[in-house]
């Protein structure tokens, strides 16, 4: 029997704020390989249809 892990992707939705800072995050975290270690995954607002003055 193979023992084998399976990985889930974790998505996070970025608050309308702070989508700039995410970028910036997720392009730092992409370029330094740890996404290949960790699957994440951002959307934005738009990406899954809230309006950006959506309340907490």
Do not use: C
Not at 8 to 33: F, K, M, Y
């Amino acid at each position: 029997m193979e023992n084998s892990v399976k990985h889930n992707r974790i998505v996070v939705l970025i608050d309308h704020n702070i989508e700039w800072q995410a970028t910036l995050l997720w392009s730092t975290l992409r370029s330094e390989g740890w996404l290949e270690l960790y699957p994440l995954e951002i959307v934005m607002f738009h990406d899954v249809g809230l309006a950006p003055d959506s309340s907490d």
